[in-house]
């Protein structure tokens, strides 16, 4: 039997406090890209019980993506953004969910992203990665970002870490590896990067009240 919304409200709130899980309910993240990174950030913070989430890939399930992303083998060839709903309803059935079956270009940013409280970037293509954090640096300056930058490879977990780069951007990773060291990407590795961006959004929210941030 799937919990009620209060019960579910109720059980997160014990676990957080009123205060803090009255932040996360009242915020927005959008998570811009659900690969590796942004299917696990995207995971993380529907089970920290944030109240919204607006979700943006073009791509769909391939085969070679079930070894770090979270998808199933059964959602080979859906779209992104349907399937990981499709995961993110059975963890918390009562988020809301805006997805968008797009790439994100600086001619739509503006519009897919003017409800989000925080911006994560979570490309795994260089030249995309720099285009939204131009952008949302640029043209959203009322909105936190967090970033990614390296966490490929076989190297230590403990290389990877949160550094504050201005006072709204946040970037995460160990700012070295690159897909093109030939080490591959690993579940583990590219899950300890995601978790420190999911775990940045949550700080960001714990220290600053929604739309004041």
Request: net charge neutral; proline share 1%.
């Amino acid at each position: 039997m799937i919990p009620s919304k209060e019960e579910m409200y109720n059980a997160m709130e014990q676990r957080h406090g009123k205060e803090l899980q009255r932040k996360f309910s009242s915020s927005c993240v959008a998570v811009c890209g659900l690969g590796g990174l942004g299917s696990n950030i995207a995971v993380s913070l529907s089970r920290a019980g944030v109240g919204k989430l607006i979700l943006i890939d073009f791509d769909k399930v391939d085969v070679t993506n079930l070894h770090r992303q979270q998808y199933k083998a059964s959602q080979v060839g859906m779209k992104k953004t349907a399937a990981l709903e499709q995961n993110l309803r059975e963890i918390s059935p009562y988020i809301e969910l805006e997805t968008h079956n797009v790439r994100i270009t600086e001619d739509n940013a503006a519009g897919l992203l003017k409800e989000a409280d925080i911006v994560c970037e979570a490309f795994d293509n260089a030249e995309a990665k720099a285009m939204l954090c131009n952008f949302v640096l640029g043209e959203l300056q009322d909105k936190y970002l967090v970033a990614a930058s390296g966490m490929a490879g076989i190297g230590s977990a403990n290389d990877i870490v949160t550094r504050r780069i201005t006072k709204k951007f946040y970037l995460c990773g160990d700012g070295v590896s690159e897909l093109a060291d030939g080490d591959g990407l690993f579940s583990s590795r590219v899950m300890v990067c995601a978790a420190h961006q999911a775990h940045a959004v949550l700080r960001i929210l714990a220290l600053n009240e929604r739309r004041s941030i």
